[in-house]
């Protein structure tokens, strides 16, 4: 058995330290780890880019569509509450479009978003995590802890997310610096353990994976409480 400090990582995860060993993780410590949810190809048969397994957990049923009660269901599913949930339905609202411009010129009335065009969502002021055909760089990835992680723990505090939205912000570009601070403040409340979002975390959290953990965690949890994500629970112990 690990201890509850220390697991070995998961195959799908490259690991920079001595033995392959990750710590302080909020989820792989305390939860085995089962990844037939997240499939790796789309509906036609196509490897799936690191940003489309990220949203895949949005398309339920494989069809390569993301209604808006899709976003709905999917946040509650991840343990927010009813006025998180339904705020969750900016997303269709904003990058609908983007995502149907594969398809046609005319907006989706129903405000869909289209999985196979995710990349073309990507905005402005971001991380440039994902690159512009939403492939994964682990690189940047790497460089943002060596940058922002202030406490040298592994782990990003909301002042060091604070710090990172403020620096990547573009000259003239609102609508990004509105998308990338709801982005960091959605993943801090979900994702952090006593105050820090860890890397490990995060590197599940783009790649889609941690996003089923999280929904098996909560449906294996008995007692309410125990039902909300850690990141939650966290929050609501440190107040």
């Not at 953990?213 to 850690?230: D, F, L, T, V, Y």
Request: glycine content about 8%; charged content about 25%.
């Amino acid at each position: 058995m690990e201890s509850p400090e220390q697991i070995t990582r998961s195959p799908d995860f490259e690991s920079k330290e001595p033995n392959g060993v990750y710590h302080h993780s909020a989820y792989f410590n305390s939860y085995e780890a089962s990844r037939e949810d997240v499939s790796s190809r789309g509906t036609a048969g196509e490897p799936l880019s690191v940003l489309q397994r990220h949203v895949q957990f949005w398309d339920r049923d494989n069809d390569g569509i993301i209604h808006p009660w899709d976003v709905y269901s999917g946040f509650r599913e991840l343990g927010f509450g009813l006025f998180f949930s339904v705020g969750s339905l900016l997303i269709p609202l904003f990058f609908s479009y983007p995502t149907r411009l594969g398809h046609s010129w005319i907006p989706d009335p129903l405000f869909r978003i289209f999985v196979r065009d995710i990349h073309k969502a990507k905005h402005g002021s971001d991380s440039g995590i994902y690159d512009f055909d939403g492939n994964f760089n682990p690189e940047r990835f790497d460089q943002l802890f060596e940058r922002f992680d202030s406490s040298g723990k592994g782990g990003l505090s909301a002042r060091d997310l604070s710090e990172l939205w403020a620096k990547d912000r573009c000259a003239a570009d609102p609508a990004g610096w509105s998308f990338a601070l709801m982005e960091w403040w959605t993943t801090w409340v979900l994702l952090q353990k006593d105050g820090l979002v860890w890397k490990d975390d995060l590197r599940a959290c783009y790649d889609g994976s941690l996003f089923w953990k999280i929904k098996h965690e909560r449906e294996r949890a008995g007692r309410h409480e125990e039902r909300k994500s850690p990141g939650m629970r966290n929050f609501f112990n440190m107040i």
